[in-house]
């Protein structure tokens, strides 16, 4: 398993932004980041999961969360909002990332953080709460990161199945999505014919179309070229007009653009995604309602 080792991340952040046009949520930077490899960070350092105390967690966001309101901090990024977009600035998109952070921006970063250490600890001593709680984390972070090792839990389970079991649950989750899976055809062990679900999927135009499914469990390696062309042709096989390849982990370049070429094409659901549509669909997830505080109860006097 690899380890991920404590950085820096402005710069990624900043390029991730940019070719983002200017905009984008917390999630997405961070799949940006991965898929482009900004900065040197690979797609494992983004979501490498280890396992905590209270369960499992993203190094990555430690950095992450940082990153985001350093750039605030220097005004790289509008001023954070909670639940909005991450939004660029003008000197955001023009500085000059060759020689980033300068002194200066250090100094006002570091100025910045000494700043909202005092404001903590006043707070804290008003509200009389152990001060051990974590200086880096507003709402936002809280809320964005809490998010995100929920998420790193599930894949870390997932990883744990058998391989009975998660094509079982594979099957399960793209019937949620819409997929009719055939009883007789769409239960298969890849061991036998290549794939580990078959079904029907019909859209809004009554057009029904045949679906291949296919799904793998890695934790380091991603999904390669050679795996989807083989599966492209299993899908002939099958006479499927197009496939569905789950992963826990990711997929390389090349097999991203074997994906999509040639008339079957291949939707492609790495561990992320997948982590989304289990939220989106509340696959044997129990969603907790609960309520904090905004910034209004807290402005100093």
Same mark, same amino acid.
């Given at each position: 398993?690899?380890?991920?080792?404590?950085?820096?991340?402005?710069?990624?952040?900043? &390029?991730?932004?940019?070719?983002?046009?200017?905009?984008?949520?917390?999630?997405?930077?961070?799949?940006?980041?991965?898929?482009?490899? !900004?900065?040197?960070?690979?797609?494992?350092?983004v979501?490498? *999961?280890?396992?905590?105390?209270?369960?499992? !967690?993203? $190094?990555?966001?430690?950095?992450?969360?940082?990153?985001?309101?350093?750039?605030?901090?220097?005004?790289?990024?509008?001023?954070?909002?909670?639940?909005?977009?991450?939004?660029?600035?003008?000197?955001? &998109?023009?500085?000059?990332l060759t020689?980033?952070p300068?002194?200066?921006?250090?100094?006002?970063m #570091?100025?910045?953080?000494?700043?909202?250490?005092?404001?903590?600890?006043?707070?804290?001593a008003?509200?009389q709460?152990?001060? *051990?709680?974590?200086?880096?984390?507003?709402?936002?972070?809280k809320?964005?990161t809490?998010n995100?090792?929920?998420?790193?839990?599930?894949? %870390?389970?997932? &990883?744990?199945? #058998?391989?009975?079991?998660?094509?079982?649950?594979?099957?399960?989750?793209?019937?949620? &999505?819409?997929?009719?899976i055939?009883? %007789?055809?769409?239960?298969v062990r890849?061991?036998?014919?290549?794939?580990?679900?078959?079904g029907?999927? *019909?859209?809004?135009?009554?057009?029904?179309?045949?679906?291949?499914?296919?799904?793998?469990?890695?934790?380091?390696?991603?999904?390669?070229? $050679?795996?989807?062309?083989?599966?492209?042709?299993?899908?002939?096989?099958? @006479?499927?007009? !197009?496939?569905?390849?789950?992963?826990?982990?990711?997929?390389?370049?090349?097999?991203?653009?074997?994906?999509?070429?040639?008339?079957?094409?291949?939707?492609?659901?790495?561990?992320?995604?997948?982590?989304?549509?289990?939220?989106?669909?509340?696959?044997?997830?129990?969603?907790?309602?609960?309520?904090?505080?905004?910034?209004?109860?807290?402005? #100093? @006097?």
């Open positions: 398993m690899a380890e991920y080792k404590r950085r820096r991340v402005e710069k990624a952040i900043l &390029m991730a932004l940019r070719d983002l046009g200017g905009s984008a949520s917390r999630k997405v930077i961070r799949k940006m980041i991965a898929d482009n490899q !900004y900065d040197n960070l690979t797609y494992n350092d979501f490498l *999961t280890k396992q905590g105390k209270n369960g499992s !967690y993203s $190094p990555f966001m430690f950095d992450f969360n940082f990153g985001i309101r350093n750039l605030a901090s220097i005004a790289m990024v509008e001023q954070l909002q909670r639940g909005k977009d991450v939004v660029l600035t003008s000197a955001g &998109m023009h500085v000059d020689s980033f300068t002194k200066r921006q250090q100094k006002k #570091d100025d910045y953080w000494q700043e909202r250490s005092g404001l903590r600890k006043k707070r804290l008003k509200q709460i152990s001060a *051990t709680s974590s200086v880096t984390a507003d709402e936002s972070d809320e964005d809490d995100s090792n929920w998420k790193a839990e599930l894949i %870390n389970q997932l &990883m744990k199945f #058998d391989p009975g079991k998660f094509e079982s649950f594979s099957r399960l989750l793209i019937s949620k &999505m819409g997929v009719l055939d009883k %007789n055809r769409g239960i890849s061991g036998d014919h290549g794939i580990d679900g078959f029907y999927f *019909t859209s809004d135009e009554f057009r029904t179309s045949r679906v291949a499914i296919q799904c793998k469990r890695y934790s380091d390696n991603a999904v390669s070229e $050679p795996e989807i062309d083989k599966f492209k042709g299993v899908m002939d096989g099958f @006479n499927a007009e !197009y496939g569905i390849f789950i992963t826990t982990s990711h997929f390389t370049s090349n097999a991203k653009q074997k994906a999509t070429q040639g008339s079957n094409t291949v939707t492609l659901i790495d561990g992320q995604a997948l982590a989304d549509l289990v939220e989106k669909y509340e696959l044997h997830i129990t969603p907790i309602t609960t309520y904090t505080l905004d910034d209004y109860y807290y402005q #100093d @006097n």
